[in-house]
Nanobody, 126 residues
């Protein structure tokens, strides 16, 4: 059974940076897609970023492209989301997600992912 545990959320000011981490346990996810979604109250999950597999391609939502980066540490089975130039509209609960065999056209769809973390709150406010 794969478990994902997020860490690194918090309260920051606009323009600040924050790094979220997701640690996986249960089995290696080197060949699995690992990524992030976010959700604000009353809205559906929004795709943020994904690494299709360790050393593979990464993809970002247009709303975060150029501000967020994604990295994976295969030895530690973790993925990190570095968020720069944060804006109030980035405030949300951020969820780590992972899945196998996700084709490129489906990486934006939350239903493509099998494993989910519990979420970590990010609040950007002055």
């Amino acid at each position: 059974q794969v478990q994902l545990v997020e860490s690194g959320g918090g309260l920051v000011q606009p323009g600040d940076s924050l790094t979220l981490s997701c640690a996986a346990s249960g089995r290696t996810l080197s060949n699995s897609a690992m990524g992030w979604f976010r959700q604000v109250p009353g809205k559906d999950y929004e795709f943020v970023a994904v690494s299709r597999k360790r050393g593979g391609s990464t993809h970002f939502a247009d709303s975060v492209k150029g501000r967020f980066t994604l990295s994976r540490d295969g030895a530690r089975n973790t993925v990190h989301l570095r968020m720069n130039s944060l804006k109030p509209e980035d405030s949300a609960v951020y969820y780590c997600a992972a899945g196998d065999g996700i084709i490129l056209s489906s990486i934006w769809n939350k239903n493509s992912y099998t494993y989910w973390g519990q979420g970590t709150q990010v609040t950007v406010s002055s």
